[in-house]
């Protein structure tokens, strides 16, 4: 009974391959987020969705699309994947202001 | 200056040693901090959260602000060799747009040995 779910656990792929990656809670949060953590281990957020509605988009390509079908899943895909997006992707959910519980992680590497 | 910093180490201790983990961070408005714990190819876990400053005691671990300071720490009593993980350090303002986004510091990576 996992709370927050990612999918898949590892990901190696070629530049310029599209790819999604898959996150589900089943804690009954509002808000979930998606983060990068790169190779020196900062936590960096990408986006943040609350009920289902885009709250925050920081500073990220727009080859990085998240999509939230209901408040439990929020899914994030990536067009023509670049080298530099190798990192491993956290996605989390919280009720706030409680803070946040994270997923296992997807370790992404474009190859 | 990065608005949160923490040595990213590895620090390296005995087994029953007393261990202390710190962030400084530059942002005043910061009001709520955070600890986590990410254990090799896992996610963070939520280990310890204070609002404001003073400290905050859960079984082995102390977790400590000084806002004067602008400096934050956790404290482990009796290091075991399951405490070797990586400690983040984190902290938010109040809400933000509905969500409560945390700035992270870059983890510490502590080892016990036995």
């Known amino acids: 009974d996992t709370a927050v779910s990612q999918t898949p656990k590892y990901l190696v792929t070629q530049m310029g391959n599209d790819k999604s990656i898959k996150c589900e809670q089943n804690l009954g949060h509002d808000t979930m987020y998606w983060y990068k953590q790169d190779s020196k281990k900062f936590l960096k957020i990408m986006f943040s969705?609350?009920?289902?509605?885009?709250?925050i988009n920081e500073t990220v390509p727009n080859r990085f699309s998240p999509k939230s079908p209901d408040k439990a899943h929020l899914n994030l895909h990536i067009n023509s994947l670049e080298l530099g997006d190798s990192a491993v992707y956290f996605c989390?959910?919280?009720?706030?202001?409680?803070?946040?519980?994270f997923g296992p992680g997807t370790r992404l590497t474009v190859t | 200056q990065k608005e949160v910093e923490q040595d990213p180490g590895p620090l390296s201790v005995p087994e029953g040693a007393i261990v202390s983990l710190n962030c400084t961070y530059s942002?005043?408005?910061?009001?709520?901090f955070m600890w986590y714990r990410q254990y090799s190819r896992k996610g963070p876990e939520l280990l310890m959260y204070?609002?404001?400053?003073g400290n905050k005691e859960d079984g082995r671990f102390t977790a400590q602000v000084d806002k004067s300071s602008k400096y934050i720490s956790l404290f482990i009593r009796d290091s075991q060799p399951s405490d070797s993980a990586t400690y983040l350090c984190a902290m938010r303002t109040g809400e933000s747009g509905g969500s409560y986004i945390p700035t992270f510091g870059r983890g510490t990576s502590l080892i016990v040995h036995p």
């Open positions: 204070t609002y404001s400053s």
């Open positions: 969705y609350n009920n289902k509605e885009l709250i």
């Open positions: 989390a959910s919280s009720r706030p202001p409680s803070e946040q519980y």
């Open positions: 942002n005043s408005a910061f009001q709520y």
